[in-house]
């Protein structure tokens, strides 16, 4: 008879859910179970039985994250603290990869390729992550080059909308001390939406996204140094079409009609998505005998040379919006890591360090307003309409020949420089219970180089008509310094159960908001979080998991992007006064029945969260009756954006062996309760939705030939990316319905 224990360690070795996830979480390879951070980790593996090969399926699998796109850029809250702030601002969720911090969210909700791990780490990581983590952080790890042995994989899959995928990856030692490995992908896929015949977008392109990962490696027993070149593309509609589904007055006077909720779409303007994204970097370690070093350099390139939305989200000839951005980012992190020869390492382990990021960011818009043809919209003179439009916007154009439209050009340039120092050590007062101590100072310098509008020809020459940079009576420089500090205990009442207890600042840099039409430079103050957590882990040998926590979340200055024309800008900043957060959540793991079910798992997690303003005077927001743009309402005591009261999921998996492997089959549900994506938690919102998922996967162990087929969201269940509200209305990008997937992937 054999033990739960031993049991479930078979149960390990068949069932991927069960699979044990060494974390970074500390910035030092650890046992899930054994950092005191609440984290959410996934090897590659797991990410695969759950069917997650994008970062938008990650809120399906970790409750208490959203994980929206719009127009391409990620908007993510963790535990109810994010920012839709997505235009020339930080994301309050950092996204690393391989260790280096990604600042700009364009482009991030990609599909992954290939992945070692990835962490969902929660509540505020200002000592080790840094400025901008007040959310928490997404960290991803790609496969690194090993010296102990030749091997690859080679994955295809076929699926709904034509989607095709390929991916692989090699690894091929040279020496005894060098090797290499390259991964790549190729994803093409039809789009799920069709377009009615009065619609004017010419042409449906396909979903593209390629790219590769290529790494070198030198290794010796004291140091080892990696190269590496990352370039991904994408291109197709992404989530910039966007159907307007609950059109203002303005648009209703304008001719826009109301678009059905149901993956059709007419729109006057052409859509398209274009992202190019390289990284370049380097990693150096050193193990001393007393300690260790590592050093990060890395440099970014991202251009997005196109992202084309008709911004009213109809078939009329109001307005559509193009938007090239780039940025060019250059970082550089030092850190000094304690090892076992360290002095003290029986009752001290720390690490601290240095970084360094300068990232020039840009912005140019176009706007082109009333493209009707020979001056008049729907039989009306465009001169009439202006009558339509509220000051300043109104005496902007008013001055203007729009016998044929009128098209504005929009510049914006923003300058980044930062430096921090951290350190956080760990001090075991006893066997049962240890300290932490952390802190990071931080010193930036925020510049606005460019911030205009012009008046476009048809030639595309540019007549400038605001210089806000030089003209405008608005800051365009800030200085600023920080310090986020920590302070934890952890207990280990026994060798299964450890409590954690734990007080932490964040910290979010101020930004400006460089895309003005009629109005001057705004400055969005800094954002800034204090976290008191209680959380506690537990595992033991016989497939039992169980990890959970309860926290409060306090934030002032909460950053918000407000996107409206009528209020002086393509998008304008400000500050809601302060926010709370209650709430808790928990993810757990059990291997049932194992003395009578083999290879039975269930997985089962959940959140609750309580968000509220608890101060947001003076806020900008759309008349409930003909979605105007409405600014001075009081939003205090509203729910927080984009922050559902309870998400669960849940996962069955039975692992069924034969003699030529397991056979493994998986059903799951997600549950989200719904969500405002505006303060006044009207006009915009996301209703309670679930989604249900099943996977089979035959793995032929003497080939290593995995063979999947799945299916995702198969009640066919509507809901969306995101909502893109604006003067003109609700505009939707909704999620895939039902789709189907067959994979393959052989490993050698």
Not at 13 to 36: F, G, H
Not at 132 to 143: K, L, R, V
Not at 646 to 669: C, N, Q, R
């Amino acid at each position: 008879m054999f033990s739960n224990s031993a049991l479930a360690q078979e149960a390990r070795s068949r069932n991927r859910l069960l699979e044990e996830v060494l974390v970074t979480a500390q910035k030092r390879e650890q046992n899930l179970q054994d950092v005191p951070v609440s984290v959410t980790a996934f090897s590659g593996d797991m990410l695969a039985a759950m069917g997650v090969d994008d970062p938008t399926d990650l809120q399906a699998i970790t409750p208490g994250l959203t994980y929206n796109s719009a127009t391409g850029f990620s908007i993510v809250y963790l535990r109810g603290v994010g920012s839709d702030a997505f235009l020339m601002a930080d994301p309050s969720v950092a996204t690393y990869i391989d260790g280096i911090y990604y600042p700009f969210s364009s482009g991030l909700a990609q599909s992954f390729g290939r992945v070692e791990r990835i962490e969902v780490l929660k509540g505020p990581q200002g000592t080790l992550f840094g400025r901008n983590t007040t959310g928490g952080a997404i960290s991803i790890t790609t496969e690194k080059p090993s010296i102990e042995a030749m091997y690859g994989s080679i994955e295809a899959s076929y699926g709904s909308f034509n989607t095709k995928k390929a991916s692989g990856l090699i690894n091929l030692p040279a020496t005894d001390h060098w090797a290499t490995t390259l991964a790549l992908f190729h994803n093409l896929s039809d789009n799920y939406y069709t377009f009615e015949p009065e619609s004017k977008q010419q042409g449906i392109p396909q979903e593209v996204a390629k790219g590769y990962r290529l790494k070198t490696m030198l290794a010796y027993e004291k140091f080892d140094i990696l190269l590496a070149a990352v370039r991904i593309d994408q291109s197709g509609f992404n989530t910039a079409l966007a159907p307007n589904t609950n059109p203002s007055s303005l648009t209703q006077s304008l001719g826009g009609e109301k678009q059905a909720r149901d993956y059709t779409a007419s729109v006057d303007a052409p859509i398209n998505f274009d992202i190019d994204n390289k990284v370049y970097f380097a990693e150096a370690n050193l193990y001393l005998n007393k300690l260790d070093s590592k050093l990060i350099l890395s440099k970014q390139s991202i251009l997005n040379p196109q992202c084309l939305t008709d911004f009213d989200g109809t078939n009329a000839p109001i307005i559509s919006f193009g938007s090239p951005t780039f940025s060019d980012v250059k970082s550089a992190e030092l850190q000094f890591i304690s090892n076992e020869d360290s002095w003290g390492s029986n009752w001290l382990e720390w690490i601290g360090g240095f970084y360094y990021i300068d990232s020039v960011a840009g912005l140019d818009p176009k706007f082109s307003l009333f493209g009707g043809e020979q001056g008049e919209l729907f039989g009306l003179p465009i001169t009439e309409i202006l009558g339509l439009l509220p000051a300043p916007l109104t005496n902007l154009l008013g001055s203007v020949p729009l016998t044929g439209g009128v098209n504005l050009g929009l510049h914006g340039l923003l300058a980044t420089e930062s430096t921090a120092v951290f350190l956080q050590s760990t001090f075991t007062l006893a066997d049962w219970v240890q300290l932490t101590l952390g802190g990071r100072y931080q010193e930036e310098e925020r510049v606005v180089l460019k911030s205009s509008t012009q008046l476009l020809s048809s030639d595309d020459s540019e007549t400038q008509v605001f210089d806000w940079v030089n003209d405008g009576v608005g800051e365009n420089a800030v200085e600023t310094t920080n310090f986020s500090p920590k302070i934890a205990f952890n207990f280990f009442p026994s060798d299964d159960l450890m409590i954690y207890m734990s007080w932490q600042e964040g910290y979010k840099s101020g930004t400006f908001n460089t895309i003005n039409v009629t109005d001057d430079i705004d400055y969005a103050e800094p954002e800034e979080v204090v976290a008191y957590e209680i959380g506690a882990k537990y595992s033991n040998n016989n497939g039992f998991t169980l990890n959970g926590a309860i926290f409060q979340t306090e934030i002032k200055n909460i950053q918000v992007q407000f996107t409206s024309l009528l209020n002086g800008g393509a998008v304008t900043f400000e500050n809601a006064g302060a926010g709370r957060i209650r709430g808790v959540d928990f993810d757990s793991r059990i291997l049932i029945f194992p003395s009578t079910i083999d290879n039975l798992v269930l997985s089962v997690s959940g959140a609750y969260l309580d968000a509220i303003y608890t101060d947001y005077q003076d806020g900008s927001g759309f008349n409930e009756e003909t979605g105007i743009y409405e600014g001075g309402q009081d939003f205090t005591g509203n729910n927080m954006v984009r922050t559902p009261e309870y998400t669960a999921t849940m996962a069955i998996s039975k692992s069924f062996i034969f003699s030529a492997g397991p056979l493994e089959l998986t059903v799951d549900g997600y549950y989200n309760s719904g969500y405002p994506y505006q303060a006044q938690n009207t006009l915009f919102y996301e209703e309670e939705y679930h989604l249900i998922n099943a996977r089979a996967s035959f793995l032929i162990e003497d080939w290593d030939l995995r063979i999947t087929a799945s299916g995702k969201n198969l009640t066919d269940t509507v809901y969306a990316y995101s909502q893109f509200p604006n003067d003109f209305g609700r505009l939707e990008a909704l999620a895939p319905p039902t789709n189907y997937n067959l994979a393959l992937q052989w490993n050698f």
